[in-house]
């Protein structure tokens, strides 16, 4: 159970996203939000096709950042500790609903991947649904991935099947095992972090780490978050981008 505090270090954002070379349209969303105890962030990655991927992701992060706005508010019109873990289930389950209406009414699947996180002085809180991610970066270029894929090839890497390098390109990685609009239920994934001083969160679509590595986005990843962003998002364009590329950094200064 997580609790709220008073935001003390102040938190930097950059939220962006590109079509990247090979797409026609770009079905991600990157969206973010500051207020002065907290911030929140989210990337949906949208698939379906026919412009239905770029409205369920669309959907889903609008959803997904209201309900935790509202949540926030409402509980601390009540109390002083907030349960961040239910916050953005309930967020997650909100985002799912809507995009599951929409499923319904069109032929096919559509749905969304989602990653998004609040951050409350040096506590980060995740949640995830499907194979966009959450990363920690340190100044020492160290990188921690913090969340898990629900993707065909995470789980034949645990089952020691391939290799985490031989993730990024096999033929399988683009076959999702949980998403958002896909049922009409779904619980993501939560996670705890620690954002310390100069550290940097990233958020982020496959189109990023499918094109470039770890070490590449450590060192790519340095104090102007703003110019990190564009040069991560340049990098993957640059070794091919094969797909929509978002970013979503933070930091605390």
Known sequence: MFFFKKQIHPITLVAKTDIGIERDTNEDTVDSLTELNYSILVVADGMGGH???E????IA???FIESVKENILHSSQETKNINFEEILTKAVEVANS???KISEQNPGHIGTTLVGAIIVDSDIFIANVGDSRAYLVSPKKSIHQI???HSAVQEMFEAKMITKEQMRNHPRRNIITKALGLAKDVTPDIFHEDLKKDNVLLLCSDGLYNMIDDLEITNTINGNINKSAE????LANKHGGADNISVVLASAK
């Open 51 to 53: 412009e239905k991927g």
């Open 55 to 58: 409205v369920a992701s669309e």
């Open 61 to 63: 992060a609008k959803k």
């Open 98 to 100: 809507e995009v599951w």
């Open 147 to 149: 969340t898990k894929d």
């Open 231 to 234: 040069k991560l998002i340049a």
